[in-house]
């Protein structure tokens, strides 16, 4: 029997027995090897924000030899993480992670950062976890560690091993914490002078406080306010009135490092209700841009906010689960945008806006509502304002690069409390490669409308 191996692109036929022993001879040599010189593992940088990439190198193993590459993590709510790659070094004892070919693990193929985007709770971890960073205020740590052969490595001593740093908040971001007028929420500044174009972000129906991507968004030049809107603990819209959104936007615009006219808003799922809202509808609200990931524009008219739950609570019987027992909730989506006047008057948005959907999102019909968004706006005479982004294998869950996907992961229903597992969808591999190519394309879009100005005064 015959298999073929790459090393460095270059293919090689052997015999299956051939392997195998070329396998033991390396081993062999590689313990002679450990009495004389140790393998030798980098990783540049070793402390990076996380949308940065990360190159990992291994050295002085003997030519022909087979390793694992491991990255662990373990959260803050003390679960473990871990992505690993099998590879072969080259002629030289090299293994490069940016280089070359990863014969199987958590990922395969040639990619650079498969250590961070694919991981995944260890064996036996409890089930449906999300890894997200609570404390921005500390790097989130990753050991990476290089062990011989390919297989029961984890009962191994690593045989070297690299502690890397990934950070949300930069050097000099300054964190405040903001209790006024009844808003809650986090704002965070870039380093320097400024002043600086602002966001209000807002994340989705999950509730609570989620800081880490404004804290990246300051890091990358946007004074961006962490919005609380939905309490996590109770689960209740106790923060949905229209007023308390246009408060918080103003705290924003107002803040003596903010350009007054430079402010956009950048919402995920519920949240992009909030952003299509205030740019309609408000007097107060004038944003310059308007991102919205997982794109929803339902919005019962004359309502609260507040109404949003009572509108999909109404249709709560098109949810249904799958073969694994996964909660979807797109049939309520489907349901509630059949009733024209349960939505968002997007045709009255006068700034550019960026929608980021994903094709394989099982959470809501994100798709379908960009395109009624984009049918509005066409039919408005402003197609020119809309730009969409839509990626094929990719869920609902869009998170900043590199981060892991989540297919499915453990959610609290506003309505009656009951734990349930929501389906995200999305594949992994597809849906990494959207999260990155997404953000590139998002700060793109807002250094296009809040930055590219003659006017621009920023001292970065």
Request: aromatic share 8%.
């Amino acid at each position: 029997m015959r298999c073929l191996i790459f090393v460095r692109g270059r293919q090689w036929l052997t015999a299956r027995p051939q392997l195998q022993k070329s396998v033991c001879t390396c081993l062999r040599q590689l313990s002679a090897m450990s009495e004389i010189v140790y393998p030798i593992l980098s990783v540049s940088p070793t402390r990076a924000m996380v949308d940065e990439k990360i190159k990992v190198l291994v050295e002085n193993l003997p030519p022909g030899c087979p390793v694992t590459v491991r990255s662990v993590h373990q959260s803050e709510d003390k679960d473990c993480w871990e992505a690993y790659g099998h590879y072969i070094s080259d002629h030289r004892g090299i293994v490069s992670v940016s280089e070359d070919l990863s014969f199987g693990g958590t990922y395969s193929g040639i990619e650079p950062m498969g250590l961070l985007w694919s991981m995944r709770p260890v064996p036996g971890s409890r089930k449906g976890l999300r890894l997200r960073k609570l404390n921005i205020r500390t790097p989130m740590l990753v050991d990476i560690s290089v062990y011989s052969g390919h297989e029961d490595f984890t009962d191994q001593t690593p045989l070297a091993s690299v502690l890397t740093e990934r950070w949300y908040m930069a050097p000099g971001v300054k964190r405040i914490e903001i209790q006024e007028e009844r808003v809650r929420g986090t704002l965070f500044i870039p380093p320097g002078p400024g002043p600086f174009p602002g966001l209000l972000d807002m994340w989705g129906g999950g509730g609570g406080l989620l800081e880490y991507r404004s804290a990246l968004l300051a890091s990358r030049g946007y004074a961006s306010l962490a919005l609380e809107y939905l309490s996590a603990d109770e689960h209740r819209p106790t923060k949905m009135e229209f007023s308390y959104f246009e408060t918080a936007f103003s705290i924003v615009k107002e803040h003596p490092q903010v350009m007054a006219d430079r402010v956009g808003i950048f919402g995920l799922s519920l949240g992009s209700v909030v952003a299509f809202l205030l740019a309609a509808e408000s007097t107060i609200v004038k944003p310059r841009c308007i991102v919205c990931i997982s794109s929803n524009n339902i919005y019962p008219r004359k309502k609260t906010l507040k109404g949003f739950f009572d509108e999909v609570y109404r249709h709560s019987d098109s949810i249904h689960a799958d073969e694994n027992d996964f909660v979807i909730w797109k049939g309520v989506g489907l349901a509630v945008m059949e009733d024209t006047q349960a939505r968002v008057n997007v045709g009255k948005i006068n700034c550019p806006m960026l929608l980021v959907n994903g094709l394989d999102d099982q959470n809501w019909p994100s798709v379908e509502a960009g395109q009624e968004v984009a049918t509005v706006m066409s039919a408005e005479g402003k197609e020119h304002l809309l730009s969409k982004l839509e990626y094929p294998g990719t869920g609902h869950l869009i998170e900043p690069p590199f981060s892991p996907h989540f297919r499915a992961t453990n959610f609290i229903m506003h309505s009656n409390k009951q734990k349930v597992t929501l389906l995200w969808g999305g594949q992994t591999k597809p849906h990494s490669d959207a999260q990155e190519d997404a953000w590139k394309k998002i700060l793109s879009f807002l250094q296009l409308h809040l930055y590219c100005s003659p006017s621009i005064t920023a001292k970065l």
